[in-house]
Protein backbone atom coordinates (compact mmCIF):
# COMPACT_ATOMS: atom_id res chain seq x y z
CA UNK A 1 0.00 0.00 0.00
CA UNK A 2 1.31 3.49 -0.99
CA UNK A 3 2.30 5.90 1.21
CA UNK A 4 2.15 3.41 4.39
CA UNK A 5 4.90 5.37 6.41
CA UNK A 6 3.20 9.21 5.98
CA UNK A 7 0.89 9.64 8.68
CA UNK A 8 -1.37 11.30 6.21
CA UNK A 9 -4.89 11.71 5.12
CA UNK A 10 -6.70 13.04 1.89
CA UNK A 11 -7.78 17.00 2.02
CA UNK A 12 -11.22 16.19 1.24
CA UNK A 13 -11.78 14.87 4.78
CA UNK A 14 -11.30 18.75 5.83
CA UNK A 15 -12.79 20.27 2.35
CA UNK A 16 -16.51 18.55 2.66
CA UNK A 17 -16.47 19.11 6.20
CA UNK A 18 -16.18 22.53 5.73
CA UNK A 19 -19.00 22.86 3.04
CA UNK A 20 -21.38 20.37 5.42
CA UNK A 21 -20.65 22.73 7.99
CA UNK A 22 -21.71 25.80 5.84
CA UNK A 23 -24.88 24.00 4.71
CA UNK A 24 -26.01 22.97 8.72
CA UNK A 25 -25.21 26.49 9.99
CA UNK A 26 -23.96 29.12 7.86
CA UNK A 27 -20.07 30.09 7.75
CA UNK A 28 -20.64 31.45 10.97
CA UNK A 29 -20.76 28.15 12.85
CA UNK A 30 -17.70 26.91 10.23
CA UNK A 31 -15.83 29.22 11.54
CA UNK A 32 -16.27 28.26 15.16
CA UNK A 33 -15.67 24.78 14.64
CA UNK A 34 -12.72 25.57 12.61
CA UNK A 35 -11.41 27.78 15.25
CA UNK A 36 -12.15 25.58 18.08
CA UNK A 37 -10.37 23.06 16.46
CA UNK A 38 -7.17 25.23 15.50
CA UNK A 39 -7.55 24.97 11.93
CA UNK A 40 -8.89 28.27 10.81
CA UNK A 41 -6.52 28.95 8.36
CA UNK A 42 -7.95 25.91 6.23
CA UNK A 43 -10.86 28.08 5.62
CA UNK A 44 -8.72 31.03 4.56
CA UNK A 45 -6.34 28.40 2.17
CA UNK A 46 -7.93 25.25 2.03
CA UNK A 47 -5.27 22.10 1.73
CA UNK A 48 -4.42 20.27 -0.95
CA UNK A 49 -3.55 16.86 -1.39
CA UNK A 50 -2.24 15.02 1.52
CA UNK A 51 -2.71 16.74 4.85
CA UNK A 52 -1.65 15.90 8.31
CA UNK A 53 -4.01 13.32 10.15
CA UNK A 54 -3.51 14.61 13.58
CA UNK A 55 -5.26 18.20 12.81
CA UNK A 56 -7.75 16.20 10.67
CA UNK A 57 -8.57 14.19 13.40
CA UNK A 58 -8.41 16.89 15.92
CA UNK A 59 -11.32 19.02 13.81
CA UNK A 60 -13.39 15.37 13.74
CA UNK A 61 -13.54 15.29 17.16
CA UNK A 62 -14.49 18.86 17.61
CA UNK A 63 -17.79 18.39 14.85
CA UNK A 64 -18.55 15.80 16.87
CA UNK A 65 -18.17 17.68 20.36
CA UNK A 66 -20.32 20.38 18.73
CA UNK A 67 -22.71 18.01 17.28
CA UNK A 68 -23.22 16.09 21.13
CA UNK A 69 -23.87 19.78 22.75
CA UNK A 70 -26.57 21.36 19.67
CA UNK A 71 -28.03 18.68 18.28
CA UNK A 72 -26.39 19.21 14.79
CA UNK A 73 -26.73 15.63 13.87
CA UNK A 74 -25.53 14.39 10.42
CA UNK A 75 -22.85 16.79 9.24
CA UNK A 76 -20.45 13.87 9.39
CA UNK A 77 -22.31 12.10 7.22
CA UNK A 78 -23.68 14.80 4.94
CA UNK A 79 -19.37 15.50 4.39
CA UNK A 80 -18.53 11.80 4.01
CA UNK A 81 -21.57 12.00 0.99
CA UNK A 82 -19.66 15.06 -0.65
CA UNK A 83 -16.44 13.23 -0.63
CA UNK A 84 -17.97 10.25 -2.34
CA UNK A 85 -19.84 12.60 -4.76
CA UNK A 86 -16.14 14.34 -5.25
CA UNK A 87 -14.72 11.01 -5.41
CA UNK A 88 -17.38 9.67 -8.26
CA UNK A 89 -16.67 13.29 -10.21
CA UNK A 90 -12.98 13.95 -10.44
CA UNK A 91 -11.57 10.27 -9.42
CA UNK A 92 -13.07 7.24 -10.84
CA UNK A 93 -13.44 7.34 -14.64
CA UNK A 94 -16.93 7.25 -16.02
CA UNK A 95 -16.13 4.15 -17.98
CA UNK A 96 -14.84 2.19 -15.15
CA UNK A 97 -17.99 3.41 -13.03
CA UNK A 98 -20.56 2.24 -16.41
CA UNK A 99 -18.34 -1.09 -15.95
CA UNK A 100 -19.05 -1.28 -12.49
CA UNK A 101 -23.09 -0.82 -12.71
CA UNK A 102 -23.42 -3.63 -15.53
CA UNK A 103 -21.60 -6.24 -13.30
CA UNK A 104 -23.70 -8.73 -10.71
CA UNK A 105 -23.95 -6.83 -7.86
CA UNK A 106 -21.60 -9.90 -6.17
CA UNK A 107 -18.79 -9.21 -8.45
CA UNK A 108 -18.85 -5.85 -8.73
CA UNK A 109 -18.70 -4.84 -4.90
CA UNK A 110 -14.76 -6.99 -5.20
CA UNK A 111 -14.03 -5.22 -7.89
CA UNK A 112 -15.02 -1.94 -5.64
CA UNK A 113 -13.53 -3.01 -2.61
CA UNK A 114 -10.55 -3.19 -4.21
CA UNK A 115 -10.35 -0.31 -5.67
CA UNK A 116 -10.69 1.15 -2.41
CA UNK A 117 -8.72 -0.84 -0.06
CA UNK A 118 -5.84 0.24 -3.05
CA UNK A 119 -6.62 3.64 -1.74
CA UNK A 120 -7.36 3.42 1.81
CA UNK A 121 -3.84 5.79 2.48
CA UNK A 122 -6.20 8.67 1.53
CA UNK A 123 -9.11 8.26 4.34
CA UNK A 124 -7.34 5.77 6.98
CA UNK A 125 -3.91 7.46 7.42
CA UNK A 126 -1.66 5.35 9.77
CA UNK A 127 -4.90 3.11 10.37
CA UNK A 128 -4.35 -0.30 9.14
CA UNK A 129 -6.89 -1.01 6.66
CA UNK A 130 -8.26 -4.67 5.73
CA UNK A 131 -11.31 -6.20 3.42
CA UNK A 132 -13.35 -8.89 4.40
CA UNK A 133 -15.27 -9.51 0.57
CA UNK A 134 -18.44 -11.70 0.72
CA UNK A 135 -22.09 -10.26 1.11
CA UNK A 136 -22.04 -8.72 2.89
CA UNK A 137 -18.46 -6.72 2.65
CA UNK A 138 -17.08 -6.01 6.18
CA UNK A 139 -14.37 -2.95 6.13
CA UNK A 140 -11.73 -2.67 8.89
CA UNK A 141 -9.77 0.20 10.09
CA UNK A 142 -7.11 -0.71 13.37
CA UNK A 143 -5.76 2.21 15.28
CA UNK A 144 -8.48 4.57 13.17
CA UNK A 145 -6.64 8.02 13.45
CA UNK A 146 -10.07 10.06 13.44
CA UNK A 147 -11.25 8.86 16.17
CA UNK A 148 -8.08 7.87 18.32
CA UNK A 149 -8.61 8.86 21.97
CA UNK A 150 -12.23 9.25 22.02
CA UNK A 151 -14.69 7.59 24.59
CA UNK A 152 -18.41 7.12 23.26
CA UNK A 153 -20.92 4.84 23.65
CA UNK A 154 -21.75 4.08 20.41
CA UNK A 155 -19.75 4.08 17.07
CA UNK A 156 -18.51 7.88 16.10
CA UNK A 157 -17.39 7.34 12.68
CA UNK A 158 -19.90 8.38 10.63
CA UNK A 159 -17.94 9.97 7.83
CA UNK A 160 -16.14 6.79 6.69
CA UNK A 161 -19.65 4.91 6.53
CA UNK A 162 -20.94 7.45 4.76
CA UNK A 163 -17.98 7.30 1.96
CA UNK A 164 -18.45 3.64 1.75
CA UNK A 165 -21.95 3.86 1.65
CA UNK A 166 -22.82 6.33 -1.04
CA UNK A 167 -20.01 4.68 -2.83
CA UNK A 168 -21.66 1.25 -3.25
CA UNK A 169 -24.84 2.81 -3.80
CA UNK A 170 -23.76 4.67 -6.49
CA UNK A 171 -21.47 1.75 -8.40
CA UNK A 172 -23.10 -1.37 -6.96
CA UNK A 173 -26.20 -1.38 -5.59
CA UNK A 174 -28.98 1.30 -4.59
CA UNK A 175 -30.48 -0.94 -1.86
CA UNK A 176 -26.63 -0.70 -0.37
CA UNK A 177 -27.07 0.09 3.55
CA UNK A 178 -23.89 0.69 5.73
CA UNK A 179 -23.39 -0.09 9.59
CA UNK A 180 -20.57 0.29 11.83
CA UNK A 181 -20.88 -2.28 14.16
CA UNK A 182 -17.36 -1.71 16.11
CA UNK A 183 -15.89 1.53 16.75
CA UNK A 184 -12.69 2.30 18.44
CA UNK A 185 -14.11 4.74 20.56
CA UNK A 186 -16.26 2.25 22.12
CA UNK A 187 -13.66 0.28 23.24
CA UNK A 188 -13.59 -2.41 20.14
CA UNK A 189 -10.41 -3.19 18.73
CA UNK A 190 -11.34 -2.14 15.24
CA UNK A 191 -13.74 0.30 13.39
CA UNK A 192 -15.60 -2.30 11.58
CA UNK A 193 -18.44 -1.10 8.37
CA UNK A 194 -20.69 -3.55 7.29
CA UNK A 195 -21.99 -2.59 3.98
CA UNK A 196 -24.56 -4.54 3.01
CA UNK A 197 -26.66 -5.01 -0.40
CA UNK A 198 -28.91 -8.10 0.22
CA UNK A 199 -32.29 -7.20 -1.06
CA UNK A 200 -33.74 -8.32 2.38
CA UNK A 201 -31.94 -5.54 4.03
CA UNK A 202 -33.72 -3.05 1.57
CA UNK A 203 -37.10 -1.43 3.31
CA UNK A 204 -38.80 -0.79 0.02
CA UNK A 205 -38.06 -4.03 -1.92
CA UNK A 206 -40.74 -5.50 -3.49
CA UNK A 207 -42.61 -8.37 -2.55
Not at 177 to 184: F, Q
Request: aromatic share 8%; hydrophobic share 45%.
Amino acid sequence: MPHTDCAKIGSNAVIQLAAALRTAGGENLCAEVFAAAGVSSWLLSPPDGMIDQAPVARLHRTVRAFASATGMAGVLTEAGRLTADYLLANRIPSPVQASLRHLPDRIAARALAAAIRSHAWTFAGSGRFAVRNGSPTVFEIAGNPLCAGEHAAAPVCAWHAAVFGRLFRALVSDRTRVTEDACSASGDEVCSFVVDWRPEWYPHRSL
